[in-house]
């Protein structure tokens, strides 16, 4: 299998590409990105591009890849709906545009968020752009689309967020998580479950196109290290 990587230097993309170097059914990750991942591993390729939204050139190199992970966001904290939207909903469906026409058979993993509003038609403006880039992804051709929805997400492996204040609120909540993932389950994973999920969906599919964070926790839970080189 032969992955593209989106937003590798993220928390979600260093645990999603950690684990698909890992992962020895993954014969390649081709990560997209403004900054090289930075790794010298075998498997992993890096291309470097200020502006994501214009792949159309590389089109022939895209091809032979069998599934997409996008992991690549940003927080709406200050920012207008125009300028979230340009970041969130234009740049992930031309990203997507370009990949489903360079390879229709290819699958889509898109990292969205708990709360994400379906409908479009809420009041939280994050969660209605979010939604809006769901259900554009989801009508695309691919050959499959899932939208992964994690709630509180606790790192694991040393990664860290980018983010200062997410980073800082993580090492504050860490002590808590036991506690946090007792009392709503359905909203906590950690970026080792979340990543294996997605690589497992991404393999084999998954009975329904949306994943909250259960799902992802059950999923990682039941695949487990099979497919994981020690």
């Known amino acids: 299998m032969r992955v593209i990587l989106f937003g590798a ?23 997209i990105g403004r900054s090289a991942a930075g790794l010298g591993d075998p498997k992993l390729r890096d291309i470097v591009r200020q502006d994501l939204s214009g792949l159309s050139d590389i089109e022939d190199v895209l091809r032979p890849y069998d599934a997409c992970l996008f992991c690549l966001g940003v927080s709406s904290a200050g920012m207008s ?8 909903y234009d740049l992930t469906l031309s990203v997507a545009q370009t990949l489903v026409r360079a390879n229709p058979n290819m699958t889509f993993i898109y990292v969205s968020g ?14 209605r752009v979010k939604g809006a880039t769901e259900n554009a992804l989801l009508r695309l051709p691919f ?15 040393g990664i860290k967020s980018k983010t200062k204040l997410y980073s800082a609120l993580y090492a504050v909540a860490r002590p808590l998580y036991p506690l946090i993932r007792a009392i709503v389950p359905d909203y906590a994973t950690t970026t080792q479950e979340l990543a294996r999920a997605m690589i497992g969906v991404a393999k084999d599919g998954y009975s329904k196109p949306v994943l909250e964070g259960r799902d992802m926790r059950d ?11 020690p």
């Open 9 to 31: 230097s993220g928390m979600v993309g260093q645990a999603v590409l950690r684990e698909c170097l890992r992962d020895s059914e993954i014969d390649s990750v081709l990560a």
């Open 81 to 88: 709906e125009q300028e979230y939207r340009r970041i969130t």
């Open 114 to 127: 708990t709360g994400t509003d379906s409908t479009e038609q809420g009041r939280t403006m994050w969660a």
């Open 143 to 157: 050959k499959a689309a899932y939208m992964f929805r994690p709630g509180f997400i606790q790192p694991l492996d």
């Open 219 to 229: 999923y990682a839970r039941d695949t487990g290290r099979k497919n994981t080189a």
